[in-house]
């Protein structure tokens, strides 16, 4: 130990000699000249430069789950705020974690999961209405009753606690200010708690009687829009972020593929199948064998709808005495996974090939049986295509709604897939055992389906 401890001072003792060597005497009398020095300080991100640096879809994203879990109040538009930023911390403070202001990917996963989780509650869905030519968000479940006339349409609770209210009409020189000030006072004994007029739109809201209300309304040209949606101050918890999603949601006067909600049926309808069974399971989108007269599977023949699951949008076909068939194993559930979007795409959108489509893409799980999220978004054409992953596995189906929707929703709506554990106990509800292994190629487990109707 006492020669260590010498070692120790002869080495210091040779490098303090070796300083004092390399470094020269002082002119006699000469001041040594102070040294000014900076410190550097790395530059701290913020929470609003995080957020720049994503994609705007994904800040709206984040803005519209927020709203859906209570934590949001402002316009979805994907710019960065301090509300958003408040927003963010007050869902971690909830979570028991450290307020930073930006969501590490378990928070946002469990954002997604439980802004959808509300949005299943109250049944949100896009909706396009023909008589208005309005595309909105409507809470199917807290609105069932539906009615319409020359003026609008209208969608109630049974009870009539929650009342959605859509009208259109023309006007001639209307102006926003105008149409506001109007609909302060009708119907007499509104209490405005909260006025916005803008060249275009503007909006309104407080007290109708018992009811709080909210009102949006725009124009163009001489053409009115007006939403209104009405509620019992009781079920406020439940519908303030529902109203911030359909304000968010509003589109009055869809331009292009919207004009005309979403694209009618056609006479012969083209999707994707997945083979799940070598005795003739195949699983495909609900919506694309819809009202079919007959089914047809490309290169195996006539096909029988057995079953359908129409929370998930799934559909069993069956084809009988095919041969060669070559069944797809289905994933476990997995955290984030690069993979490949497999379908036989529509002809007529895809210039009419038959050869299969595929896109790299990655799906990300919401959380725990949840839908998984899929990016980049496909475009048309790959109506119940599969996700698989780089074992050949199937990790979900892709609904044909999120294809429409796409392709017309305002603000865009992320790509979900109906995950494999989903599809699994849909197999077993209905008596199919999938295969316990898969082809090396996947592509070799999709079909083309072909649906003709009327």
């Known amino acids: 130990m006492r020669s260590a401890i010498a070692a120790t001072f002869v080495i210091v003792a040779s490098a303090v000699s070796a300083q004092a060597q390399m470094t020269p005497p002082s002119a006699a009398g000469a001041r040594p000249k102070p040294v000014t020095t900076v410190p ?8 609003a430069d995080t957020a720049s640096a994503m994609a705007q879809a ?15 109040n402002g316009a979805i538009n ?203 399971a195949i699983v495909t989108d609900r919506q694309v064998v819809d009202g079919c007269l ?32 070559k069944p797809i194993a289905l994933s476990e559930d997995a955290a984030k996974i690069d993979g490949e979007l497999i379908g036989i795409a529509d002809p007529q959108t895809q210039g009419g090939g038959a050869a299969v489509s595929n896109v790299k893409a990655t799906a990300t799980p919401a959380g725990s049986g949840a839908d998984l999220t899929l990016k980049p978004a496909p475009g048309p054409g790959f109506s119940g295509a599969g996700f698989f992953d780089n074992d050949a596995k199937l990790l979900g189906v892709l609904p044909l709604k999120d294809i429409l929707q796409l392709t017309a929703a305002a603000p865009p709506a992320p790509a979900t897939l109906v995950p494999a554990g989903v599809v699994r106990e849909f197999l077993k509800a209905n008596g199919v055992a999938p295969a316990s292994d898969s082809p090396t190629d996947a592509k070799a487990s999709v079909v083309r389906v072909i649906c003709v109707r009327k």
């Open 40 to 47: 550097i300080r790395p530059a701290l991100q913020t929470p």
């Open 294 to 325: 007959s089914i047809v599977v490309a290169g195996y023949g006539n096909a029988d709808r057995t079953a359908e699951d129409k929370d998930h949008d799934l559909a069993l076909l069956r084809i009988y005495g095919a041969r060669g068939l």
């Open 58 to 72: 994904e800040r709206q994203a984040i803005q519209s789950d927020l709203a859906w879990v209570g934590h949001y």
């Open 78 to 280: 994907g710019e960065v705020s301090d509300r958003m930023v408040a927003g963010i911390k007050a869902f971690q403070k909830d979570r028991g974690a450290k307020q930073t202001g930006v969501l590490n990917p378990q928070e946002r996963g469990a954002l997604a999961e439980g802004a959808k989780k509300r949005q299943d509650n109250v049944g949100w869905k896009i909706v396009f209405d023909a008589g208005t030519g309005v595309r909105l968000g409507v809470p199917t479940k807290l609105v069932p009753q539906q009615s319409s006339d020359a003026t609008g349409a209208k969608w109630t609770s049974t009870t009539g606690t929650i009342q959605i209210q859509m009208a259109r009409r023309k006007e001639a020189g209307p102006t926003t200010a105008k149409l506001a000030e109007r609909e302060k006072k009708e119907p007499a004994g509104r209490k405005i708690e909260y006025s916005l007029v803008k060249p275009d739109f503007f909006v309104l809201s407080g007290l109708q009687g018992l009811k709080k209300f909210y009102l949006r309304g725009q124009i163009k040209g001489d053409e009115v829009r007006i939403l209104t949606i009405l509620y019992d101050q009781a079920t406020e918890g439940t519908m303030e972020p529902v109203v911030i999603a359909m304000s968010s949601a509003f589109t009055p006067f869809p331009n292009g593929a919207q004009a005309g909600g979403p694209p009618p049926r056609k006479t012969v309808e083209y999707g994707t199948g997945i083979v799940v069974s070598d005795d003739g």
